[in-house]
């Protein structure tokens, strides 16, 4: 990318067609280990193939969580991480593991979100596949750094598609076009992703606990600035606004191979996490549904959400 400075600011071009009701799921969240090593992983997906196959899980939130341990985490991913006094926008597979180069010109919004207003991001250089961000002297407090990707329009074959949704958790949309005889199908789908981060800079005032208003979002409920390792956090998924039940969710925290764990929205939308230690965490989730569009099969919207966690004092 050039080395000029890029200003961004609040264009919305992130909206595609209006919204649509999701289905609503249990009460309560499911919460599954995931330290399996690779090779159990495998194993772990291809039973739960066979029990897709099976057509027992129907669109129950129970078929999602078995999903939701294939390795969500193993989904394309879009998070903004903190280096020193700068911010970098990374893509890839793994958390923190950059391989995946991020396109300034696909950038509709990069914003420092204070209790005071949003101020602009502004694009200082790269490294590699990564694009570096920092903000001015006014973006002050405990505040969010929020970026947005324009959607991007994927066309998957049929093989690809299925593996996606079983990497990705997304079971519903596996079983309702395995229902339709559509697995063998190849899909294009429409693709937008979301990331916030958490960052702590000199002044008072806190945005932890409140909305961004991006049109997919994590949301926490009390402000991760003040958490500690033993903590527990809990927080809220939303679609333009609405709280989503259903949805599968993954934590993790940078250097770990595999996530620390996986769940599924309750019937509110929430999860609660656990905070085991200190470190740089990190929240994602995704959503897709049918487009409504006959260019576009499907349409996804995935969010992140990256915060620091103090560690224990003595």
């Not at 099976?54 to 394309?76: D, F, K």
């Not at 006014?138 to 947005?148: D, F, K, P």
Request: glycine share 8%.
């Amino acid at each position: 990318m050039s080395r000029r400075s890029l200003v961004f600011g609040t264009a919305d071009r992130s909206h595609a067609p209006g919204p649509r009701r999701s289905r609503r799921g249990s009460d309560s969240a499911i919460l599954l280990r995931s330290d399996e090593p690779s090779g159990g992983a495998r194993a772990l997906l291809h039973h739960q193939e066979t029990a897709l196959k099976s057509r027992s899980c129907g669109w129950l939130l129970g078929c999602a969580a078995q999903l939701t341990i294939a390795s969500i985490a193993h989904a394309q991913g879009f998070w903004l991480i903190p280096v020193g006094d700068s911010i970098e926008a990374c893509a890839g597979v793994r958390f923190a593991r950059c391989v995946r180069e991020v396109d300034p010109d696909r950038i509709v919004e990069a914003s420092a979100v204070t209790i005071a207003g949003r101020r602009p991001l502004r694009v200082v250089g790269s490294r590699g596949p990564v694009v570096m961000f920092t903000t001015d002297v006014l973006a002050r407090g405990i505040i969010y750094a929020v970026a947005t990707l324009e959607p991007e329009r994927l066309q998957r074959s049929a093989a690809d598609f299925n593996d996606y949704l079983r990497r990705a958790g997304l079971a519903q949309v596996y079983d309702l076009r395995e229902r339709r005889g559509q697995l063998d199908r190849p899909a294009v789908e429409r693709s937008q992703q979301f990331a916030k981060l958490l960052w702590r800079r000199a002044g008072w005032g806190s945005m932890g606990a409140r909305p961004v208003s991006h049109r997919f979002e994590i949301v926490p409920l009390a402000d991760p600035a003040a958490l500690h390792a033993g903590d527990t956090l809990a927080v809220e998924v939303r679609f333009e606004g609405h709280p989503l039940a259903g949805l599968p969710f993954t934590v993790g925290y940078a250097g770990a191979a595999s996530p620390s764990f996986t769940a599924v929205t309750n019937s509110n939308g929430r999860v609660r996490v656990p905070i085991k230690h200190g470190g740089l965490w990190h929240l994602d989730s995704v959503y897709m549904r049918e487009a409504r569009e006959e260019v576009v099969d499907w349409e996804s919207f995935s969010a992140s959400l990256t915060f620091a966690v103090r560690p224990p004092t003595n």
